[in-house]
């Protein structure tokens, strides 16, 4: 089973726009669906998977991404939000993985999982957003830092995560 957004999740170097707008944008995405508006912040680089299945903003250091996907699965009906984090947690090879409550992808209610990534010579903490938009669908919003992120790093992506809306 395919998880577009492993794409993103172990990305060993993002590449992105070659040099960052001043001012934020925002992205509609994907194009052919527009299930998010993201607004990107100042200085922030965007990337789309080369499929275009994923979506992710960072900031000039890297010091942090969130990266958005819509997933369905038409062929497994009855699957559920536990079983699909967890496969796309192992699949991604995310350590410690498990739940974390409750959370929301801009306001949409959703489940919460948490965990560490080993990638790009780093540990990476990552908190993982899923709602379940139908019986098959799921919006998902990953959120990670490096371990090593300061405490302003971690504000500023907290805050870029707050500028995803989910258009459903």
């Given at each position: ?12 170097s993002a590449t992105g726009l070659t040099s960052a707008p001043a001012r934020p944008h925002t992205v509609l995405w ?139």
């Open positions: 089973m395919c998880y577009p957004i492993l794409a993103l999740l172990t990305l060993a994907p194009k052919s669906l527009y299930a998010y508006s993201i607004v990107v912040p100042p200085g922030w680089r965007a990337q789309e998977t080369p499929e275009g299945v994923a979506f992710m903003v960072y900031p000039p250091d890297r010091s942090c991404a969130i990266a958005v996907t819509r997933v369905e699965f038409p062929e497994v009906s009855g699957r559920t939000t536990d079983n699909v984090a967890e496969n796309a947690a192992a699949g991604a090879k995310i350590e410690h993985f498990g739940p974390a409550g409750t959370g929301t992808i801009s306001g949409t209610k959703g489940k919460t999982y948490s965990g560490r990534l080993e990638a790009d010579n780093s540990t990476w903490e990552v908190k993982s957003t899923y709602v379940q938009l139908g019986p098959t669908v799921w919006a998902i919003e990953v959120v990670k830092w490096r371990q090593t992120a300061t405490a302003a790093q971690r504000a500023a992506c907290t805050a870029a995560s707050a500028g995803v809306t989910l258009n459903h």
